[in-house]
């Protein structure tokens, strides 16, 4: 029905970049929200990012000023660039998407299968 599909996760240095993308396909009435989520080991799922379909953005106080996040509605995509990544970035990064699939059917949360995003010297 609906696939999340992520790429562009990896290893990276201390103060180096990455770019998450996501491509949403499927049965697609309406896309809402779209965001990107991590988990590290241990740890509880967190947000990081989220971006409404009217462009509004809200950011994790610990990657405000580092990430953006964006998206492109004609390609249901969302991206996430990171920048002066740190290693307690260092997670497995979720995209999230919430989107109808008809007129008449739920308002429902679909993810992704997880990118790993390392940050290490």
């Known amino acids: 029905q609906v696939q999340l599909v992520e790429s562009g996760g990896g290893l990276v240095q201390p103060g180096g970049s990455l770019r998450l993308s996501c491509a949403v396909s499927?049965?697609?009435?309406?896309?809402?929200?779209m965001g990107w989520h991590r988990q590290a080991p241990g740890k509880q799922r967190e947000l990081v990012a989220v971006?409404?379909?009217?462009?509004?953005?809200n950011y994790a106080d610990s990657v405000k000023g580092r990430f953006t996040i964006s998206r492109d509605n004609a390609k249901n995509t969302v991206h996430l660039q990171m920048n002066s990544l740190k290693p307690e970035d260092t997670a497995v990064h979720y995209c999230?998407?919430?989107?109808?699939?008809?007129?008449?059917?739920?308002?429902?949360?679909?993810w992704g299968q997880g990118t790993q995003v390392t940050v290490s010297s």
């Open positions: 999230n998407a919430v989107l109808q699939t008809n007129p008449l059917g739920a308002v429902t949360s679909y």
């Open positions: 499927g049965s697609i009435f309406r896309l809402y929200a």
């Open positions: 971006i409404t379909n009217g462009g509004t953005t």
